[in-house]
């Protein structure tokens, strides 16, 4: 499937996604520098900083859906170091005229390069060793759970 082609069209997602959860996967990227975060420049919290991922497509191995949300998010191919555990969405915005219930599984990985290219969902991406105020709430809260104090290894 070309990287810019959806799998479905927003009537059917919605359709799906209104009834069922949605699976996803969240990259949690980490160097030395810290982890990476990008700056969402599409509704749902345009203006927030998040972890890059999206959703598992159907008949997709999860690992493979880890690689391609690395691949076209940030550009970059990434070594999965291991899951961190899930975070749930229970979207109270109503963002796309629906409510809805994401699951995703959370993955801690390494960049293979540095030579990260966006896609049109951020407008720029940075490493943080502290989390910043304006991060998705469920992400900050996820994070801090999960040690990431300004210091410590995740």
């Not at 359709?15 to 069922?20: A, C, R």
């Amino acid at each position: 499937m070309d990287q810019n082609q959806k799998p479905m069209s927003f009537e059917k997602f919605k359709e799906i996604y209104s009834q069922v959860p949605r699976l996803c996967v969240d990259l949690v990227i980490q160097s030395p520098a810290g982890i990476l975060l990008t700056m969402r420049d599409i509704e749902p919290y345009k203006g927030f900083w998040h972890t890059p991922g999206g959703t598992v497509l159907f008949k997709e191995r999860i690992e493979d859906a880890v690689t391609r949300k690395a691949e076209t998010e940030v550009g970059v191919s990434v070594k999965i170091e291991r899951a961190l555990g899930f975070i749930e969405f229970f979207d109270s915005k109503n963002h796309n005229g629906f409510e809805d219930h994401t699951l995703s599984i959370v993955f801690l990985c390494t960049p293979l390069s540095t030579d990260f290219k966006l896609d049109s969902q951020a407008a720029t991406y940075k490493f943080f060793k502290q989390i910043p105020q304006n991060t998705i709430p469920e992400i900050k809260q996820f994070l801090g759970q999960h040690g990431f104090d300004g210091g410590s290894a995740l």
